[in-house]
């Protein structure tokens, strides 16, 4: 599946995302550093993007996103969250539901991000 911005332009196009240097500090250990380059941060992104996106309107806390990727760690899927924010693929709606510790989460909604590009002019 291909994912487009509201203006057309492709998100996580051909595999490219998250520069795994942004993953681990500067002074951090050489074993961090090793940690970073070993995953995919984009797939791992397009991952928790489908869950969120399948809960649909109603939107869904971090509990619900985890209970579908149990095959994840903790640290895993919850760091995708601030890309994903920061990138304008989802969005905090700004309620709080209780989560399994009884303490509020915020209700995530996926952005519409998988609509086809515009068509292209012709003569360009």
Known sequence: MRFFMEDGTETFPGG???????????????????????IDPTHLEKMVYQVIRSF?????ISDEVRAKLP??????????????????????TGIRRPGNSGRGQRV?????????????????
Do not use: F, W
């Not at 895993?76 to 920061?86: G, H, I, N």
């Open 71 to 92: 095959h994840l760690s903790y640290s895993s899927v919850t760091a995708r969250y601030r890309k994903l924010l920061d990138r304008n693929h989802i969005r905090d």
């Open 56 to 60: 649909g309107e109603s939107g869904c």
């Open 16 to 38: 490219q995302g998250t520069d795994p240097h942004t993953l681990h500090r500067r002074d951090g250990s050489d074993t961090s550093a090793a940690a970073a380059y070993s």
């Open 108 to 124: 995530m909604v996926a952005r519409a991000l998988d609509h086809p590009p515009p068509p292209e002019e012709e003569g360009s």
